[in-house]
């Protein structure tokens, strides 16, 4: 079974100070990782994904994340917060194979980024 | 705006009811999945069409079934009603493959009374 861990229900940081929401996962083979972010009433965004090659992605919004295969982590990085940034970010994991890809997400951490 | 569209926004109802929420996929996306999302459960994934088919299935109850048509669009039907069954009801679309990212719409939020 696949599962995802986000160990800090909130994170606090200060704008212009560099940002890290944490994940891990667990699943069997190579894992496809994802990052979305919700912001209050409203639906899931996708900011970027881990497929296979380079380590570190970047994605929307200046975010990127760095894929740790030793350490079965995907922590999402940004090098200067916004107010702006302040949302509930969802890491989420998907095992590969066939068209049954459903994903499955850690419990959110909550961003808030004050001036 | 990621092209996914879901309908209704908001829905109050009564315990013991029926609902039914749709979602349109975005163009040319094969695969329509729906996920629940509550305070005590987090996001949960129901189930997946693929083309019309069943895909796979999560932690979905037996009282609620789903379907995708021919046009794609989807719908979930929730019946029997219970004030637990309140939450947001997401729908997400990808092209089909499992590299595919998945679009999510803005979620119906259901209240039962």
């Known amino acids: 079974a696949q599962s995802v861990a986000q160990p800090e229900d909130q994170v606090n940081v200060a704008e212009g100070n560099p940002l890290t929401v944490k994940c891990t996962y667990s699943?069997?083979?190579?894992?496809?990782l994802f990052w979305y972010v919700q912001y209050p009433n409203r639906g899931l965004q996708f900011l970027l994904k881990?497929?296979?090659?380079?380590?570190l992605v970047k994605g929307s919004y200046g975010f990127e994340a760095e894929f740790n295969k030793s350490q079965t982590s995907f922590h999402l990085k940004k090098p200067s917060a916004l107010v702006s940034d302040s949302a509930l970010y969802f890491c989420?994991?998907?095992?590969?194979?066939?068209?049954?890809?459903?994903?499955?997400f850690g419990t959110g951490t909550r961003l808030q980024v004050t001036l | 705006d990621s092209g996914v569209t879901q309908t209704p926004k908001h829905l109050i109802t009564a315990t013991g009811q029926r609902v039914t929420l749709r979602c349109s996929p975005r163009?040319?996306?094969?695969?329509v999945y729906w996920y629940q999302q509550s305070l005590d459960q987090g996001l949960q994934f129901l189930i997946q069409?693929?083309?019309?088919?069943?895909?796979a299935k999560g932690n979905i109850l037996e009282r609620f079934s789903a379907q995708q048509f021919p046009d794609l669009h989807s719908e979930l039907n929730l019946s029997s009603l219970e004030l637990g069954d309140s939450a947001l009801y997401f729908c997400?679309?990808?092209?089909?493959?499992?590299?595919?990212?998945?679009?999510f719409g803005p979620g119906t939020r259901l209240l039962v009374l």
């Open positions: 997400a679309s990808s092209a089909g493959t499992t590299q595919e990212t998945q679009y």
């Open positions: 699943v069997s083979g190579n894992p496809y």
């Open positions: 881990y497929i296979t090659g380079d380590n």
């Open positions: 989420a994991v998907r095992s590969p194979g066939g068209t049954a890809s459903k994903l499955t």
């Open positions: 163009s040319g996306d094969l695969s």
């Open positions: 069409y693929y083309n019309g088919e069943e895909r």
